[in-house]
């Protein structure tokens, strides 16, 4: 909708033209399980340095989500922090992939509002939001993994790092 704003926020989200941005939106709380991001979003860095990850959000875990991210070596996750409402489109069409991890999440509205720009989604099996009739379908138009498995979620980020699949989920 606003292709030189979302160029914009990719620039500032970006590391450089060739950076592969996941992103992760949400209350920074337990059961949304943002450490395994993080933690995913290192392994698959180690075998693919185009891999980054970028959080939006804020929450009871933030300090600690910030010493995590400061522990990695190469940054290769950011902490934007909160973004305004009426922006999170814009921010949800400057990633290339959105991730969910959570634990509990009965049907985040995130993931539809990420997939409506055309982002292609990787939850966890315990986000409520996927199944054969529901908004997301492994391998037709997103990727599902087992919580609680970085290294499983980090799989995932691998193979989205495949322009082609990206663009078949989106």
Same mark, same amino acid.
């Not at 489109?89 to 992939?97: K, S």
């Not at 509205?109 to 009739?133: F, H, K, Q």
């Given at each position: 909708?606003?292709?030189? &704003?979302? /160029? /914009?926020?990719? /620039?500032? #989200? ?6 592969? #941005? ?13 450490? &395994?991001? !993080? *933690?995913? !979003? ?17 929450? *009871?875990?933030? =300090? =600690?989500?910030?010493?995590?991210? +400061?522990? #990695?070596?190469? +940054? ?11 922006? !999170?489109? #814009?921010?949800?069409? =400057? ?8 634990? !509990? ?8 509002? =990420? ?24 391998? *037709? ?21 495949? +322009? &082609? ?6």
């Amino acid at each position: 909708a606003h292709p030189q &704003e979302v /160029q /914009q926020i990719r /620039q500032e #989200l970006g590391w450089d033209e060739n950076t592969i #941005l996941y992103g992760f939106m949400g209350k920074y709380i337990e059961r949304k399980n943002p450490f &395994e991001f !993080i *933690d995913a !979003i290192a392994l698959a860095h180690q075998r693919d340095p185009r891999v980054r990850g970028v959080m939006f959000g804020g929450g *009871d875990l933030e =300090a =600690a989500i910030n010493r995590r991210i +400061a522990e #990695l070596n190469n +940054a290769e996750v950011i902490n934007y922090g909160f973004v305004n409402q009426s922006k !999170i489109p #814009l921010y949800f069409a =400057a990633l290339d992939v959105f991730v969910v991890s959570s634990w !509990i999440d009965p049907h985040p509205l995130v993931v539809s509002e =990420a997939m409506t720009v055309g982002t292609p989604p990787i939850l966890s099996d315990r986000c409520g939001n996927w199944g054969y009739s529901d908004t997301v379908r492994h391998r *037709d138009n997103g990727l599902v993994y087992t919580c609680g498995k970085p290294a499983a979620l980090a799989e995932a980020i691998l193979e989205m790092t495949h +322009a &082609e699949t990206r663009q078949r989920y989106s």
